[in-house]
């Protein structure tokens, strides 16, 4: 869903980067109605890893946008070359003034553009440079230097110096108003007030109607399907940004952020007597745990499952704790089809098939690492 | 709002001005719609003060509900649920992660039971940090299309604790999900408003030991449920495909409300609900207690609650308030019994542009204000809390329409002047109906006026008694009371009340029983 990052640009710029990179950040900005930025600046630190998000969520479907980013003090100069530029070059005047850009993106796609921050502090100002865009579709990007309070900030658009109203007109509204420091990936996307480990229920595309999306970090999340009672879709880099879902009538998926590395279209995996027969699940519910974690409760039959997932030590991949009360042995069909290896700490793997008496299933753990190594 | 695009559509080309009003009313010059509910007088005793919410919360209310302390829960859009204290005027987060939460029940600070869409949950905080660490899931018995208008109204609790919530249907507007939960029938499939997975169109009951029983079909787009202090269930329901105009029924166990496409998950009905005969389904059918009649008083009501706060909200103590989405507006419910059926009349109780729009969710507070929660959740509406809040003084209005053997008897808050209540043409009467069909909406139908013949004022000026040339079941009769003033010339509040006739009252039955308190 999100093409793949990676541009000359992104290679250049980590080429001049500090040895030692700081935290990483992800950055979610918008092309909103109005055209405007959802986001007219953020801060980041110099030399640090930034990833953008970058969407067209402007409601007209005739208007592809795009996000640039220049040396401090060259918006005008940029944008009026930009005048200058064919759609071959996409829209893109041939200066060095521009330091990291995406192509255009059109109405409901989004591109990620990763980059180091420059080691100069500065006011970097970003712009659309569809030909007349710039003129008031503008932000910038502070590098390690505290921006001046918003109403007066020459950098952002005058319409958006004040916070609008939270969520108004289908924008994320309230961000101009921004804390210090980088932006975490949660701003705008899931509930106000979330903290990692999230948790977020929503729509997701080929997942159930009764998703529970999981962070386990920032990066690393997956996919809890109360409607089956079973994990369906894990992945890296990020978590969900709910904007498409909730925006408008809430017909739309929300966006899963990052790099699916499994996702299950396989049955319920467990059976519990019948071999053939697939057991009736009943989702209980589930409480935060060491922190914050959900431990999903449900039953297969008469058995009854907890259900912890804790992200894998020392790599990518997730640890799926159970502990299982239950009379009869149980079996566990893995999904290898659906990207991940699987190992048990217990039990008797054949195959794709864990099998398990009662007393193993009493406490054992499922390790799920991705199937193909992650970028 | 929260029913389909095209009753938004359909409701904005009926009613163009609402937000025009709203706006012009926000920059301080808001004439009245034509058509639309009149702005109540600007000495109306009854004050609205906005609640500050957090800058970077989108405060689309879904739920509201108080602790006895006079602390506020809310649940909001983006699967918030905060509490927020007046005296500190601070929120603070309780749980997050729910899917668009329509209602809360609250146990205490520490507990609280919210509607969410895929189920009922009952969400605790258990280490006494403030913030909520179990969800329990205590309903779900239950489909999901992935449809977006699929919401879950509620729940609300009875004395004997008693959950109930309501399945909206899903709109032809969106899909139905390749992944869904729950059974999938094609015979509920069908109609602009649908019910393809089990129980959507469904009011639901959860008992106190844990059972969800499915409790009345029939529903359409049901975004308000409250119970009264006898436990009587009322659900209001919005105008579209099978509803002439939006409405307030009186829901019993068992019984079918209307809007087809639900009857797929009725045990009795083996064939495609859509094609059962209109005559059939409407002696199937139970009426509305209480006509909203569309475009002229409101568009999209949403939920009420009844004022028990024992006086402190002024003098209309036992009576229903609703809120509208479409309108700066909140509507008053005057219920009786007549034949042992509940109806009633409904007028306006406030029209400011101040209050805003998207009047979603209601709630009495300890101290007896109202409290609103307001949405837009893109649609036409607002976001953000206000407090409604009584200053003691009595407005001049109607407190209670109650039908006579022959007409209808008037009670006012305050003495009117004698002269003018006495001229029949004080009292001006239409009565019409709406058709019960498939096709979405209803013009007004059979419409036209009742003539007045005998009107006898009381000596104290409390009372007018109106005998009507006819008396008509299945009607709604508009009253429109024309220059009435009160014994100092100050003019009512509101002018016109709509009183919908099931039930005739009949010689030598129990006289006029005053609304219930």
Same mark, same amino acid.
């Given at each position: 869903m999100i093409p793949p990052l990676v541009s000359l640009v992104t290679v250049l710029a980590a080429s001049v980067a500090p040895p030692v990179p700081l935290a990483?950040?992800?950055?979610?900005?918008?092309?909103?109605?109005?055209?405007?930025?959802s986001l007219p600046r953020f801060e980041v630190a110099p030399g640090m890893k930034v990833t953008i998000v970058f969407r067209n969520m402007d409601s007209q479907a005739d208007m592809p946008h795009n996000l640039v980013i220049m040396r401090?003090?060259?918006?005008?100069?940029?944008?009026?070359?930009?005048?200058q530029a064919t759609a071959k070059q996409e829209y893109i005047p041939v200066t060095r003034d521009i330091l990291f850009k995406t192509p255009l993106v059109v109405q409901r796609e989004s591109f990620t553009l990763t980059f180091t921050a420059p080691a100069a502090k500065g006011a970097y100002p970003y712009a659309c440079t569809f030909p007349g865009h710039g003129f008031v579709m503008y932000g910038a990007m502070y590098v390690g230097t505290t921006p001046p309070p918003l109403a007066t900030d020459e950098n952002v658009p005058p319409e958006q110096r004040v916070p609008p109203p939270a969520g108004r007109g289908g924008g994320r509204g309230g961000r101009g108003g921004l804390p210090p420091g980088p932006r975490p990936i949660s701003a705008g996307a899931i509930s106000y007030g979330s903290t990692f480990p999230a948790v977020s229920r929503t729509f997701l595309a080929d997942n159930g109607p009764a998703s529970i999306a999981v962070a386990l970090?920032?990066?690393?999340?997956?996919?809890?399907?109360?409607?089956?009672?079973?994990?369906?879709?894990?992945?890296?880099?990020?978590?969900?940004?709910?904007?498409?879902?909730?925006?408008?009538?809430?017909d739309g998926y929300a966006d899963v952020i990052g790099k699916v590395w499994y996702h299950s279209k396989a049955n319920f995996p467990w059976r519990v007597s019948a071999p053939d027969s697939i057991p009736e699940a009943r989702f209980l519910g589930y409480r935060l745990v060491q922190g914050g974690y959900p431990e999903f409760h449900y039953k297969i039959g008469d058995a009854d499952v907890r259900e912890l997932v804790l992200p894998r030590e020392g790599g990518s991949g997730v640890v799926r704790n159970f502990e299982i009360t239950t009379t009869h042995p149980l079996r566990f069909i893995t999904d290898p089809e659906g990207g991940a290896n699987f190992s048990a700490s217990a039990g008797q793997m054949q195959g794709k098939v864990l099998t398990l008496t009662p007393e193993q299933a009493r406490k054992f753990s499922i390790t799920m690492t991705?199937?193909?190594?992650?970028p | 709002m929260r029913t389909c695009t095209l009753s938004l559509i359909l409701g904005l080309a009926v009613v163009a001005t609402p937000a025009a009003v709203s706006a012009q009313g926000r920059q301080g010059a808001p004439p009245p719609a034509p058509g639309a509910v009149a702005q109540t007088p600007a000495n109306y005793p009854y004050t609205i003060e906005k609640i500050p919410t957090p800058d970077s919360l989108s405060a689309e209310v879904g739920g509201i509900g108080f602790l006895p302390d006079g602390r506020v829960v809310a649940a909001f859009h983006h699967g918030e649920v905060m509490i927020y204290d007046p005296a500190k005027k601070d929120w603070k987060v309780f749980a997050t992660g729910l899917h668009d939460p329509l209602g809360l029940v609250v146990i205490s600070a520490s507990e609280m039971i919210v509607g969410q869409r895929p189920e009922v949950t009952r969400i605790k905080d258990t280490d006494g940090d403030g913030k909520a660490d179990t969800f329990?899931?205590?309903?779900?018995?239950?489909? *999901?299309?992935?449809?977006?208008?699929?919401?879950?109204?509620?729940? &609300?609790?009875?004395?004997?604790?008693?959950?109930?919530?309501s399945l909206n249907t899903a709109s032809n507007n969106g899909p139905v999900r390749k992944i869904i939960r729950g059974t999938y029938s094609p015979r509920g499939r069908i109609g602009r408003m649908f019910s393809a997975v089990d129980y959507r169109g469904w009011v639901m009951k959860i008992t106190p030991d844990g059972k969800t029983i499915p409790y009345a079909g029939g529903f359409r787009s049901p975004n308000g449920l409250v119970l009264d202090k006898d436990g009587d269930l009322f659900v209001t329901d919005n105008q579209g495909d099978w509803l002439g105009s939006s409405k307030l029924y009186k829901v019993d166990q068992g019984k079918f409300y209307g809007h087809t496409p639900s009857l797929a998950w009725d045990p009795a009905i083996n064939t495609t609900p859509t094609t059962i005969p209109i005559p059939i389904l409407d002696k199937m059918r139970q009426r509305e207690i209480v006509f909203f009649p569309h475009g002229i008083l409101a568009n999209s009501p949403t939920m009420p609650q009844i004022d028990y706060t024992g006086g402190k909200f002024g003098p209309f103590g036992g009576q229903m308030f609703v809120g509208e989405m479409n309108h700066p507006l909140i509507m008053r419910v005057m219920?009786?019994?007549v034949n042992h059926e509940f109806q009633g009349a409904v007028a306006p109780f406030l029209s400011q542009p101040n209050l805003r729009l998207g009047s979603n969710r209601l709630a009495f507070a300890p101290d007896g204000s109202l409290w609103v929660g307001h949405t837009d959740h893109g649609w036409l509406g607002d976001k953000g809390i206000t407090r409604i809040s009584w200053n003691g003084q009595t407005p001049l209005d109607v407190s209670a329409m109650n039908l006579t053997t022959h007409g209808f008897d008037l009670t006012f808050t305050k003495p009117v002047n004698a002269e003018v209540a006495a001229k029949l043409a004080t009292y001006q009467f239409r009565k019409y109906s709406y058709e019960?069909?498939?096709?979405?909406?209803?013009?007004? *139908?059979?419409?036209?006026?009742?003539?007045v013949t005998k009107v006898v004022v009381s000596p104290d000026g409390l009372h007018a008694s109106l005998t009507l040339a006819e008396l008509q079941p299945k009607f709604v009769y508009q009253l429109?009371?024309?220059?009435? %003033?009160? %014994?100092?010339?100050?003019?009512?509040?509101?002018?016109?009340?709509?009183?919908? &006739?099931?039930?005739?009252?009949?010689?030598?039955?129990?006289? %006029? &029983?005053?609304?219930?308190?």
């Open positions: 990483d950040t992800v950055i979610q900005i918008s092309a909103i109605q109005g055209m405007h930025f401090p003090g060259t918006r005008t100069k940029v944008i009026t070359a930009a005048l970090t920032p990066q690393r999340s997956y996919n809890f399907d109360a409607g089956v009672s079973y994990f369906r879709q894990a992945w890296d880099g990020g978590f969900v940004d709910n904007y498409p879902h909730w925006r408008g009538n809430g991705p199937a193909a190594p992650l | 329990e899931t205590l309903s779900d018995q239950f489909g *999901m299309s992935g449809n977006y208008s699929e919401f879950l109204h509620g729940p &609300i609790m009875d004395a004997e604790g008693n959950l109930f919530y219920l009786e019994e019960y069909h498939l096709d979405y909406g209803s013009d007004r *139908m059979d419409q036209g006026p009742v003539a429109d009371l024309v220059s009435l %003033t009160g %014994t100092d010339g100050a003019p009512l509040v509101n002018s016109t009340i709509y009183y919908t &006739i099931n039930q005739l009252r009949q010689p030598g039955a129990a006289p %006029t &029983i005053a609304p219930r308190r």
